[in-house]
């Protein structure tokens, strides 16, 4: 089976990770630490979707196939609702909730720069820091650093950024982070950051009116490493090559109509900040269950081939994905 151009991949995918790295500008701080919480998502059906043989089974083993590819295409967390074009048929519009999904290696990527940039920078060692700013629009983020004990959390209070509000907590416990910055332009760099995460995160656009809830506990490393560049404003950049890896149990998520899971994944996604290209690499799996009356069960997913993205791309341009349940049998889908 090959899904060809037809697909579509978010477009907003850099704007709503900005969104996360800064909202607001500007200082301040502050001795009070908000809270910040969606209510709980109940898990999906996970029940094993039949993989078909006989006279129905290419419209049902591609609907199932386009529904594992939700999966893949945003780490589970992009497209929970009607399911993209197939092969053959006509290409569609995603829906309001596909055309703001933010990849969870993204997030992940996004608040462990955070946690780089705030990790050792307590005046004395082991204090806490509390640094509330306001975002663009309305709402605050406030950061959370205990270098002592190695914690480091994110609290959005209704943060719009202008037409998109996150709400939630993200944090961190057991960081380890190690960063060696060069000095001049071509220098050699090194980042590497550790933690347990845990996600507790809504994103809501007003115009389309949507929401997207992410909840989940997982395992992440980030690492990084290139050379020093020219910023452009007289200052210096790390350019190259970063690795996300993602593991656990279950991740969730809503849309307030329809409801996915990741259970049992293990994902290694790479980008590659010279070429721009993103990379999931061979070997990265999960149990993927959506609620959504086209699937309504869970599909086994294997990345047999690394699913490669180039620069801008809508839809990966290489790879192979593997898809089995307790039946017989197994879809094989080909990107190219």
């Known amino acids: ?46 029940g094993p979707v039949t993989i078909t043989t006989g006279a129905t089974a290419e419209t049902t083993n591609t609907t199932i196939a386009a529904a594992a590819f939700q999966g893949v295409n945003g780490a589970g967390l992009q497209t929970i609702g009607n399911l993209p074009s197939l092969a053959g048929a006509v290409t569609t519009a995603p829906t309001a909730t596909e055309t703001r999904r933010l990849m969870i290696a993204e997030i992940v990527r996004r608040h462990a720069e955070k946690i780089k940039d705030y990790m050792g920078s307590a005046p004395v060692a082991g204090a806490q820091i509390v640094q509330t700013v306001p975002c663009l629009v309305g709402g605050t983020e406030t950061a959370v650093v205990d270098d002592m004990n190695g914690n480091f959390s994110q609290i959005f209070v209704n943060c719009d950024e202008g037409g998109v509000i996150f709400h939630g907590t993200i ?23 550790t933690a347990t995460i845990t996600i507790d995160l809504s994103i809501t656009t007003a115009s389309p009116a949507a929401v997207l809830v992410s909840q989940g506990s997982f395992t992440f490393s980030v690492t990084s490493s290139g050379t020093m560049q020219d910023d452009g404003f007289g200052g210096l950049r790390p350019v190259g090559v970063t690795t996300i890896v993602i ?36 070997g990265s799996h999960f149990t993927y269950a959506n609620s959504a009356s086209a699937i309504n069960g869970a599909v086994t997913v294997t990345i047999a081939t690394a699913i490669h993205y180039a620069f801008e791309g809508a839809h990966p341009d290489a790879g192979v994905i593997e898809i089995t349940t307790t039946s017989p049998g197994m879809i094989k889908v080909t990107f190219s």
Do not use: H
Not at 9 to 25: E, K, Q
Not at 259 to 266: P, Y
Not at 275 to 282: C, D, K, L, R
């Open 1 to 46: 089976m090959k899904i060809p151009t037809s697909y579509l991949r978010v477009t907003a995918i850099a704007v709503l990770a900005a969104g996360l790295v800064g909202c607001g500008g500007g200082g301040g701080g502050g001795s009070d630490i908000p809270t910040a919480s969606n209510a709980a998502i109940t898990p999906p059906p996970t």
């Open 247 to 282: 593991a656990g149990p279950s991740l969730l998520a809503s849309d307030g109509v329809n409801r996915e899971q990741l259970s049992n994944f293990a994902l290694t996604v790479v980008d590659d900040d010279v070429t721009g290209a993103t990379t999931i690499n061979s």
């Open 171 to 193: 944090s961190s416990t057991g960081v380890s982070a190690t960063v060696n910055l060069g000095s001049t332009v071509g220098s050699s760099y090194n980042i590497s950051v």
